[in-house]
């Protein structure tokens, strides 16, 4: 069992940052991929980035240009760099640990982007 704790939620106004962070109970180098989803009220959980262990990369459409996710194998931590913040980012964030095709997820951080 894998357990993922994130952090770095907050309250932003539009145009700010926020890096996020994952940190995982056993090593994630062995991960096949480390990912960041989000979910806001009434909607489904979506898809916001993906790191595959052989370092490919998937963000949604939404996000390109302006999340960055990566992550420190040394400390078991995964990471979103979430630039120019707009409302419509304003979700609860969830980590996730994929390992022969089984998720684990995080507890989910809430961030909050408005003027």
């Known amino acids: 069992q894998v357990q993922l704790v994130e952090s770095g939620g907050g309250l932003v106004q539009p145009g700010e940052s926020l890096r996020l962070s994952c940190a995982a109970s056993q090593s994630i180098f062995s991960m096949d991929a480390m990912g960041w989803y989000r979910q806001a009220p009434e909607k489904q959980r979506e898809l916001v980035a993906l790191?595959?262990?052989?370092?490919?990369?998937n963000y949604a459409d939404s996000v390109k240009g302006r999340f960055t996710i990566s992550r420190d194998n040394a400390k078991n931590t995964a990471f979103l760099q979430m630039n120019s913040l707009r409302p419509e980012d304003t979700a609860v964030y969830y980590c996730?640990?994929?390992?022969?095709?089984?998720?684990?997820w995080g507890q989910g951080t809430l961030v909050t982007v408005a003027s």
């Open positions: 996730l640990a994929r390992r022969l095709s089984r998720d684990y």
């Open positions: 790191l595959t262990r052989g370092g490919n990369t």
